[in-house]
């Protein structure tokens, strides 16, 4: 994927490990690298997104808006939220598609939350 495509608060699919390290698999992510840091650099930092909201640690989840038929701004077609405690380092050719975009107001809390 060209990297001029993405920008800071795109939501992507990518191949991620879990929290743990383990069990590598296609996820959805918020990057959440500076946008003109993306077209400098062959990685990008990203916050996973999860369904499983009762596992995040307290104090780091953000819900994301959604809609069944996923014809909504972030894409995402099912209640989620933004794991503010689960970064992710990946190389731009990790990245399989752009799904959508974060809202603003969830994307400057989701930047606030992962400076704690």
Same mark, same amino acid.
């Given at each position: 994927?060209?990297? %001029?495509?993405?920008?800071?608060?795109?939501? *992507?699919?990518?191949?991620? =490990?879990? !929290?743990? #390290?383990?069990? &590598? /698999?296609?996820?959805? @992510? *918020?990057? *959440?690298?500076?946008?003109? +840091?993306?077209?400098?650099?062959?990685?990008?930092?990203?916050?996973?997104?999860?369904? /499983?909201?009762?596992? @995040? &640690?307290?104090?780091?989840? @953000?819900?994301?808006?959604? %809609?069944?038929? #996923?014809?909504?701004?972030? #894409? =995402?077609?099912? +209640?989620? *939220?933004?794991?503010?405690?689960?970064?992710? !380092? =990946? !190389?731009?050719?990790?990245? /399989?598609?752009?799904? #959508?975009?974060?809202?603003?107001?969830?994307?400057? +809390?989701?930047? =606030? /939350?992962?400076?704690?």
């Amino acid at each position: 994927m060209p990297p %001029h495509q993405l920008r800071q608060g795109s939501i *992507v699919f990518a191949e991620v =490990l879990d !929290e743990h #390290g383990y069990n &590598p /698999k296609t996820r959805r @992510v *918020v990057v *959440v690298s500076p946008s003109d +840091e993306i077209l400098q650099n062959s990685t990008i930092v990203a916050v996973a997104i999860t369904t /499983k909201s009762d596992l @995040v &640690p307290t104090g780091f989840a @953000v819900r994301l808006p959604y %809609h069944p038929s #996923g014809n909504c701004r972030t #894409g =995402l077609n099912q +209640e989620c *939220v933004a794991a503010c405690h689960w970064l992710v !380092e =990946l !190389e731009l050719a990790s990245i /399989k598609t752009i799904a #959508g975009h974060c809202p603003t107001i969830q994307l400057d +809390e989701i930047l =606030l /939350k992962i400076l704690q």
